[in-house]
């Protein structure tokens, strides 16, 4: 049965979806490649970019969409936590310790 629109080919809001879809992709690219640059000496790249990738999804699950200023943020958020974690263990593992510390 036809419907309304089944003419074969992707109407407006299919073409502008996917144009959407194409900037945002866009987007998320430069979003990982400046935070590369901003984290360079202290995350690998492939961190980073799972990292935009996890921030993406969490954003879309809470929102239900993540547009690239909210990744960013949110990504940056993770990646200067997981710094932190990262320079105090290398401060605990450079301590000194009697053999009975935890």
Do not use: W
């Amino acid at each position: 049965m036809a419907h309304q629109g089944d003419s074969g080919r992707p109407d407006r809001e299919d073409a502008a979806h996917q144009e959407a879809a194409a900037s945002g992709e866009a987007g998320y690219a430069q979003v990982g490649g400046r935070l590369t640059k901003e984290f360079a000496n202290v995350h690998a790249a492939d961190t980073v970019a799972r990292c935009v990738e996890a921030a993406r999804h969490g954003a879309e699950e809470v929102t239900g969409a993540a547009s690239p200023d909210l990744v960013e943020r949110i990504a940056r958020k993770h990646l200067q936590v997981l710094a932190v974690v990262a320079a105090e263990r290398r401060r605990q593992g450079s301590r000194p310790t009697l053999g009975n510390a935890p």
